[in-house]
């Protein structure tokens, strides 16, 4: 009975979706306010619908009803129960059920948020967003229902794949889908603008904190997705170019991009229609990650078993969105305008300048994605391309961007002076030489590469700091406190400091872990030892152990470092009997400075395994630099003269609760 | 400096850093481009010697021999074979009769594997692999190790 309120509720959501997508834009075309009115409600009505018929899926999960054939398919009894409620978006119908719950969610959250909205604008936006859950509902309910039955229900499921059984099952899905669909928003609002013909500062400041939000989901997501995989896959790297990683990275350029575009448009009205091209740009590259991993057009950790009508189906719909919304652009953005201008040496050239190389980055991994499903679709043949490609093109792509992140800043708008600059940065490029010069010293490592590294990542942070000083100095005859002035810094401006310093974190630590890790495969027999950079590992053999749903075999190794006890690792290789399949859980001693990673090859004969053994400095730095973007992001969204508007829109309406 | 002159000196560093960009592209594709070949493409000389290229079939039941770090298999797409050399650790869905995608390397007949993919199921066959199979075969056997695979 679960599963067919379910089915039922999706079918009334497409009803729900067909009157928002219709009925308030063509309100806001007639100035019907009746009409427009119907956008808020609508909107919630729908997240009600979608997310009744995503807790009827969890029930059928949780409940273990295998006669639903997606249940049958992707879990099983003995599975836990919290990997029983990740297993809803562990095949593709549940997936695309959770893309189209966080696709109704954003649109609530945008009913909900912004009610200072023009009446015709915000009734544009939703409609929009109406139009975009049409087409997932549409699909869903055709190609992938979650909620078909099986006649003949088995005793048992198949199981979750056990490479899924994992607490990063649980959050990096949702997190990446909550970025992806959120990019949703920025595109709704750049379309409705092109439809109501009004692009002007202020629809860059509504529209700035919501691609922010959204862009701080996609970068959780996609660090959580690589510490995910560099914990679970068993090899110790942290990226590898993957074709579906790809497919989350482009959004993520993109998004980069428009944030600081949006910067230019908010301030200057400058860039407009780039501004509107970058928010189309944005969304259409995640609708193409939706269509690359989910149409099985890749062979990836991430695709699941396909069917052609699906792929189709995707296809058709990115290729309507995309050439709608462009179509919608070429004819309407000459009437946006281009703003106001600024001289060639400004903080606004250096913004382009930024957009232009991360525009380049996006399209170089784009032509590394495609090209080979390209050549393949055409009969030409099977290529890959592999990681060098990806390291060759994008490290030459990304040093002047990370040199524009500590120019960017110190520039004035509209006009800025060479000199000037010169005079202000030329310590912090001399501090960052000689730091990075020294590090490398210490470290006894001299490469050309990683002191290039260094050298950028302590370049951004000499620079944050020389524009931190500025901040802080007094300059006038009034002569403040030092905390008074550091309170006087906008949020946004330290939500960008932060953030920009994350960069800085990030390029340390993968420049350390580039330059200095040491990964070795070793055959240990018990009672061994193996030293790594300084660490000696010792094998203690190898035990059976139960698991809830599997048997693990559990090695020991104790680590010592001169003689002292470090730490004692226990990597596991798991047997599930369900699937028949074996999984390799690494150890990992995680460390400020070092990662001691070990997990466990095969057995050899008697009781030696083959073990790997890995210490990865600073690795956790990535990951680290990655968090601190995102909190960077969170200072710039929550900015006063954002929640400024909401408040003062709150206490009108509790106003009116109180009259 | 003139708006219009300004405007060109932008329009002319954009083309540059595009410019640029492409030819970084461009050079880095060519240079890392890695081709698939079937074994019987290898066993027909087709495969390149000196480069690195990737290499699919199924593993050849028996074929396996283990001494300590150092891995050697033969890969097969049921009419011709070519044997494989591996070091290190292989994926743990790796197993006799089972498809298989490897990288690396001819050298004198023997295929010196850096990479042995890893398929993510026991239902999964790499595209590769399968792709070898069906063009051995002309479909028939394929499409039985398909049904096989996916029981």
């Not at chain 1, 009894?77 to 959770?98: D, I, K």
């Not at chain 1, 698991?547 to 047997?575: D, F, H, S």
Request: with cysteine.
């Amino acid at each position: 009975m679960i599963p067919e309120l379910g089915h039922f509720a999706l079918w009334l959501a497409l009803g729900v979706a067909v009157a928002l997508a219709s009925v308030p834009m063509l309100g806001a075309a007639r100035g019907r306010a009746d009409w427009m009115a119907i956008a808020r409600p609508a909107a919630g009505l729908q997240f009600a619908l979608v997310a009744f018929a995503f807790g009827c899926l969890i029930a059928a999960f949780v409940g273990n009803d295998f006669s639903v054939f997606y249940v049958a398919a992707n879990s099983n009894t003995s599975l836990p129960t919290h990997y029983r409620v990740a297993a809803v978006w562990g095949g593709h119908e549940g997936s695309m059920l959770l893309w189209l719950l966080m696709l109704t969610g954003w649109a609530f959250a945008v009913a909900r948020f912004s009610r200072h909205l023009p009446a015709p604008v915000l009734a544009r936006i939703l409609s929009v967003m109406g139009v975009l859950s049409v087409g997932f509902l549409l699909f869903l309910l055709l190609t992938s229902n979650p909620f078909d039955r099986l006649p003949n229900p088995p005793l048992d499921g198949r199981d979750l794949n056990p490479l899924l059984q994992d607490p990063g099952m649980v959050f990096h899905p949702p997190m990446l889908y909550m970025g992806y669909v959120g990019l949703s928003v920025a595109f709704s609002f750049a379309v409705a603008a092109l439809i109501g013909g009004n692009l002007d500062t202020t629809w860059a400041r509504w529209t700035r904190p919501w691609t922010t939000v959204a862009w701080i989901f996609l970068t959780i997501g996609i660090a959580m997705g690589s510490g995910w995989a560099y914990y679970e896959l068993g090899w110790g790297g942290w990226w590898f170019w993957d074709p579906v990683e790809n497919a989350s990275f482009m959004p993520w350029l993109v998004a980069t991009a428009l944030i600081h575009s949006l910067a230019v448009t908010e301030k200057r009205g400058s860039f407009k229609s780039w501004t509107v091209l970058l928010a189309i740009l944005a969304f259409s590259l995640s609708l193409l990650g939706t269509f690359l991993v989910r149409s099985g057009v890749l062979s990836s950790v991430h695709a699941f078993a396909t069917d052609p009508k699906r792929g189709l189906f995707i296809l058709a719909f990115l290729v309507f969105v995309i050439g709608a919304s462009l179509a919608l652009y070429a004819w309407r953005a000459p009437k946006v305008g281009l703003g106001a201008r600024f001289e060639w040496v400004s903080r606004e050239t250096f913004l382009l300048a930024n957009n232009v190389l991360l525009m380049a980055a996006c399209g170089a991994v784009l032509l590394g994605t495609l090209y080979p499903l390209l050549l393949d679709a055409l009969g030409m043949g099977k290529i890959s391309v592999g990681p060098p490609y990806f390291d060759t093109v994008f490290v030459p792509l990304m040093a002047p961007l990370i040199f524009l992140i500590g120019v960017g800043p110190l520039a004035r708008w509209k006009h800025a002076e060479l000199p000037q600059l010169w005079r202000r940065l030329r310590w912090a490029l001399g501090a960052a030489i000689v730091a990075s010069l020294l590090t490398n010293w210490l470290r006894g490592h001299l490469g050309i590469v990683s002191t290039l590294g260094l050298a950028m990542a302590f370049w951004i942070v000499a620079a944050l700091g020389v524009d931190l000083l500025d901040r802080l100095r007094p300059n006038g005859i009034v002569r403040t406190g030092l905390l008074h002035r550091a309170r006087q810094i906008p949020r946004a401006m330290v939500g960008m400091m932060v953030a920009h310093l994350g960069i800085a974190v990030f390029i340390f630590g993968v420049t350390l872990v580039k330059s200095g890790e040491v990964e070795r495969d070793v055959k240990m027999d018990v009672g061994d030892t193996t030293e790594v950079l300084g660490y000696t590992f010792t094998f203690r053999g190898v035990e059976s152990l139960p698991g809830p749903n599997y048997r693990a075999a559990q090695g020991t190794l104790e680590v010592t470092r001169e003689g002292k006890p470090v730490t004692t690792l226990r990597p596991e290789k798991r047997n599930f009997p369900v699937t028949g399949s074996t999984m390799t859980e690494a150890a990992i001693d995680a460390g400020f400075s070092r990662d001691l990673y070990v997990s466990l090859g095969e057995p050899l004969a008697g009781k030696a395994w083959i073990v790997r053994v890995y210490v990865k400095p600073f690795i956790d730095w990535i990951w680290g630099g990655c968090l601190m973007m995102a909190f960077g992001g969170f200072l710039a969204a929550t900015d006063r003269r954002y929640r400024a508007k909401v408040r003062a829109t709150q206490g009108a309406t509790d106003a009116k609760v109180i009259a | 400096m003139k708006p219009r002159h300004k405007r060109l000196a932008i329009a002319g560093g954009i083309v540059c850093a595009v410019g640029i960009a492409v030819a970084l592209v461009l050079n880095a594709f060519q240079s890392n481009l890695v081709f698939f070949y079937s074994p019987t493409q290898v066993a027909e000389h087709e495969a390149p010697a000196g480069r690195s290229f990737r290499l699919g079939g199924l593993v050849e039941s028996g074929t396996v021999k283990r001494d300590g770090v150092h891995v050697s298999f033969i890969v097969t797409d049921t009419s011709k074979s070519v044997p494989v050399r591996y070091e290190g650790i292989l994926p743990d869905l790796f197993k006799e009769g089972k498809g298989v995608v490897a990288q690396g390397q001819l050298q004198d007949g023997v295929f010196v594997a850096r990479e042995v993919l890893a398929k993510h199921d026991e239902n999964y066959m790499p595209p590769e692999a399968a792709e070898a199979l069906k063009r051995a075969q002309q479909g028939k056997l394929a499409n039985t190790m398909a049904k096989e695979g996916a029981r």
